[in-house]
């Protein structure tokens, strides 16, 4: 039986990796917080199934324990201090947990089981402002927030302990990704829950920011099943997930709104204090590597996740009724 460990288990990623890996029939870890533990909603369907080590990216220590204990075949690096705004108010503590974590994992991992294989999860925020649109596996980084400086970190510490050190360490570069158990302050899932309220009649209208701002948007559980194929090549290497293709949030709304058969116009307001102060850049993702080497391909393209995503809506607020 094959061993995982999985930081960040409490979040949207790492429960539906945890899923994954259960059912491919790995034993899985979880590495928590022990301030997390209050936060554990995503996670609470799995309990029993997944064994909770407690450790945190800012202690050495926790980390050499857990990885010692569970002597895990693959370890996946999902926790970071992910939230953008609160990496310009507290730039220090993000760098703790984002860029050191990561290199304070690595040593863990080359000390007590180096021949583990790692998934570092990096992200497109690394690109900031970039050169060349779709970005590539080659395309500079030009990171604009404390974030992005720190998973720039992250990502080139990872690449360079497989050079130095040869560990099977590897990068995953992901943009927006979705799920039902995103939260509703995120455009994607805000709207595909206001189509949802409106059409239950829970609601009159749905107050949105700039219509025009376009994302590369992919369906959560299609990136967790690129992360572990990732992990299954003979070679490790860096790759792109993404959906390859950009759409905008009026696209978005339109389409949602489709789903319940109402016309958008009707429902939807501008409401100026949902606009973004600087959103020029437009990031989204040349899948070309990772569908030529790795054969994985989005299940679930635009079309196909909005129904998903205002589904799942529609009927988590009957069920609720
Ligand atoms: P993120 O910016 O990729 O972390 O994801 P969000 O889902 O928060 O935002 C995606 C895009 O939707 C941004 O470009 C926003 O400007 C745009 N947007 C338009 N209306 C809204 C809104 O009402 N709420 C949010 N969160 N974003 C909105």
């Known amino acids: 039986m094959k061993k995982a460990l999985i930081t960040g288990l409490t979040g949207q990623d790492g429960s539906y990796l945890a899923e994954l890996l259960l059912e491919q029939g790995y034993q899985v870890f ?41 002597q895990p075949d693959e370890i996946y690096n999902l926790a970071s201090q992910s939230y953008v705004p609160l990496s310009w108010t507290q730039p220090a503590l993000t760098a703790e947990y984002t860029a050191l974590g990561v290199s304070r994992l690595l040593e863990s991992i080359r000390r007590c089981k180096s021949d583990a294989r790692f998934y570092q999860a990096s992200s497109s925020e690394v690109f900031g402002q970039p050169d060349e649109s779709p970005q590539t596996e080659r395309t500079a980084f030009r990171p604009r927030n404390p974030y992005g ?34 939260g509703t302050e995120f455009v994607f899932r805000k709207i595909t829950r206001g189509a949802a ?102 299940q679930y393209p635009f079309k196909q996740l909005v129904e998903l995503m205002v589904d799942h809506d529609l009927k988590e607020l009957s069920e609720a009724q």
């Not at 720039?152 to 979705?178: D, K, P």
């Not at 058969?261 to 409401?271: A, H, K, P, R």
Request: charge should be negative.
């Open 30 to 70: 979880g590495l928590v917080r022990r301030s997390s533990s209050g936060n554990a909603d995503r996670i609470s369907h799995l309990s029993g199934t997944v064994e909770i080590l407690s450790g945190d990216l800012l202690d050495q220590c926790s980390l050499m324990d857990a990885v010692s204990y569970a």
């Open 197 to 298: 309220l409106i059409k239950m009649g829970l609601a009159k209208e749905l107050k949105l920011g700039n219509l025009d701002a376009k994302r590369d948007w992919c369906y959560a559980k299609d990136a967790v099943r690129a992360m572990w194929m990732m992990l299954q090549q003979e070679q490790p290497d860096d790759y792109i997930i993404a959906s390859g293709e950009t759409h905008s949030v009026r696209e978005l709304v339109q389409t949602a709104f489709d789903c319940v058969g109402l016309n958008w116009e009707e429902y939807v307001s501008v409401d100026p204090n949902f606009y973004r102060p600087d959103e020029a850049v437009q990031l989204v993702g040349s899948i070309d590597k990772i569908r030529r080497q790795l054969n994985w391909e989005p």
């Open 149 to 182: 400086v720190a998973k720039a970190y992250a990502h080139w510490m990872t690449i360079n302990y497989r050079q130095q050190y040869g560990l099977y360490s590897c990068c995953g570069v992901t943009y927006t990704h979705e799920s039902p158990r995103r």
